[in-house]
């Protein structure tokens, strides 16, 4: 089976410019996650979809980020303009609908903004 | 503020011997707890759960203990093996949708 598919899995851009980050769930999971990992915070919360709707995005940083999960197969992540102290990695989970089934991470995208 | 944490950044063992990983959490409404196992270039990957009605999970080498009233769960790994070097986080939430994780600890297994 296909896991959690992310691209890139490095991006390396100056100040400024729009990253976009993409994301596979694992097919028939309905519930979807971004993840930032820190060595200060660990892995952070970022944005949850729940059947495609976003349910809780009170992890996203700030106005410069956005995320869409136009179909249950794709989601993205957007940084725009992008700052050195958005550098990085970001990580995508999903998970089925049985109740404690546990979140199934991508390999991660390493984000550097010069 | 960190709702789980780590304090332990890194522990090494030898091989054979046994590992315990710990992990401190703050809110009491916590009733589900998983342990991920993350190597370098990849994401984490699942280990092994307890839910709040248990106090000990077991699954081959791993074992995860919880004590509630501490807010406290660890993670044993025995006997230990060199391929058990990677990065652990302990996850801690009110379901597999709302899971806030620790920073992690590096467990390095001497051969």
């Known amino acids: 089976d296909a896991g959690v598919i992310q691209s890139p899995r490095h991006e390396v851009t100056e100040m400024g410019q729009e990253v976009t980050l993409r994301c596979k769930p694992i097919?028939?999971?309905?519930?979807l996650f971004w993840y930032r990992q820190t060595m200060m915070r660990g892995l952070e919360l970022l944005i949850y979809?729940?059947?495609?709707?976003?349910?809780?995005d009170s992890g996203m940083p700030e106005d410069r980020f956005s995320a869409k999960m136009p179909n249950a197969s794709f989601s993205t992540l957007k940084i725009q303009p992008s700052e050195p102290r958005d550098s990085a990695v970001y990580f995508c989970?999903?998970?089925?609908?049985?109740?404690?089934?546990?979140?199934?991470f991508g390999d991660g995208t390493r984000l550097s903004i010069l | 503020d960190q709702q789980v944490k780590q304090n332990s950044p890194s522990l090494s063992v030898q091989e054979g011997r046994i590992s315990i990983l710990n992990c401190d959490y703050t809110?009491?409404?916590?009733?589900?707890f998983l342990w991920y196992k993350k190597y370098p270039a990849e994401g984490p990957t699942f280990l092994i759960s307890?839910?709040?009605?248990?106090d000990k999970n077991e699954d081959g080498r791993f074992t995860v203990f919880l004590n509630k009233s501490a807010k406290h769960l660890s993670l044993h790994i025995v006997p230990s093996q060199p391929g058990d070097s990677a990065v652990y986080f302990c996850?801690?939430?009110?379901?597999?949708?709302?899971?806030?994780f620790g920073t992690g600890t590096r467990l390095t297994v001497i051969p």
């Open positions: 989970a999903s998970t089925g609908t049985h109740s404690n089934q546990p979140q199934h």
């Open positions: 097919s028939g999971h309905n519930s």
């Open positions: 979809f729940n059947n495609n709707v976003p349910i809780d």
């Open positions: 809110n009491s409404m916590f009733d589900y």
């Open positions: 307890i839910s709040s009605i248990k």
């Open positions: 996850a801690a939430g009110t379901g597999a949708n709302n899971l806030f």
